[in-house]
Every structure is written in C-alpha cells, then in structure tokens.
C-alpha cells in the first residue's frame, strides 16, 4: 500500500502552499530577496526565447454608441485600440484595415438604416475576433443587388468579402450584426 505523508501531496492554485520556494522558476528572484546579476543571467539562459505571443484568452470590450458624436470614428478609434492591446493582426496591417472598413460599414449601416448604432462589442477568443454593432431597429439587414455604377448600398458586400462570417442576432430591444475574423 503506498502512503502519502502530507508534505508530498501536489499544491493547487489558491492553497496555502502554492507558492513555495520550490514552485518558483528557475532564476526567479526570491520574495524578500534583492535580484543580483547572477540571478538575472540565471533567468536569461533558462527561459528560452520566442518570437510567438501566447494566444488571449476569451475577452470582451464595449463602447456605448447610443447619441454619440461621430460613432463610426469612435468605433473605429475603439477597434484599433483593441487589437493593439490583444496584438490581432494575423496578416499585418492588412487584417487591421480589413477589421476597421468591416466595423465602420456596420455602424455605418446602424446609423443610416437603424435609428443609430446602440453599441459595439469586440471580443477575442484565440485567434478568433468578432465585432458585433446593436442597434434598436427589428429589420434584418439584406445586402441589396450589386450596381457598380451606384453610390451607396456596398457596405454588406464588403462585410462578405472581408469577414470569415456575419450575420444577425435579433432580441427584444433591437438586433445586433455581427462579423468574425480569424487568423
């Protein structure tokens, strides 16, 4: 019969013990303890280095939309900011410009032909983004027929063509059109 003495059982995140000295990294300062160079080339040469950033885990952002002066600018500055701090942008600035056209065509289209756009939710969950523009109006939007020849009347077109997927989610107050972008 194997017998486990107390000391020898594993820790879990939040016991009292997580974090003993022995659960520290390699190099790792000591609490208490001032960082030396030693330490410090200790670190360096054990943790290897890589140009790849870890993947975000779900996250959402929103911005209220509802009355506000110059929302596809506002949305736009919104999405940008975003992406920066989740570091999206799969293809470069390429899939950045694709993300901003898509979010201002849907906030466009929630002005012109919804009473306005309510709000706009980014999220990111891996290596898929998605951006989502409420607005109070019950129509669902319908891409109208191509005529190149016409102003106006593209903005579902280019949401096609740039978006992984899109589509609209319809509630009690309103609908939502959305878009999702992957790596």
Known sequence: MLTLRMN???TRRGDVG???ADSRRPGAPRPGHPTTA???ADAAMSAPETDTVPKPARQVRRLSLRGADGPVGRARDFTR????????S??????????LLVVSELVANATAHAGGAT???LAIDGELFSASVADTGARVPA??????GRPGGHGLHI?????????????????????????
């Open 90 to 99: 799969p293809r470069g600035e390429e899939s950045v410009e694709d993300v």
């Open 18 to 20: 997580h974090e003993r």
């Open 8 to 10: 020898d059982a594993p």
């Open 38 to 40: 030693a330490d410090t």
């Open 81 to 88: 900011q975003a992406m920066a701090d989740w570091r999206w």
């Open 119 to 121: 709000e706009l939710a």
């Open 143 to 148: 891409a109208r027929p191509a005529a190149p």
């Open 159 to 183: 949401v096609d063509a740039l978006a992984a997927a899109w589509g609209t989610t319809c509630g009690p107050h309103g609908k939502a059109v959305w878009a999702a972008f992957d790596a």
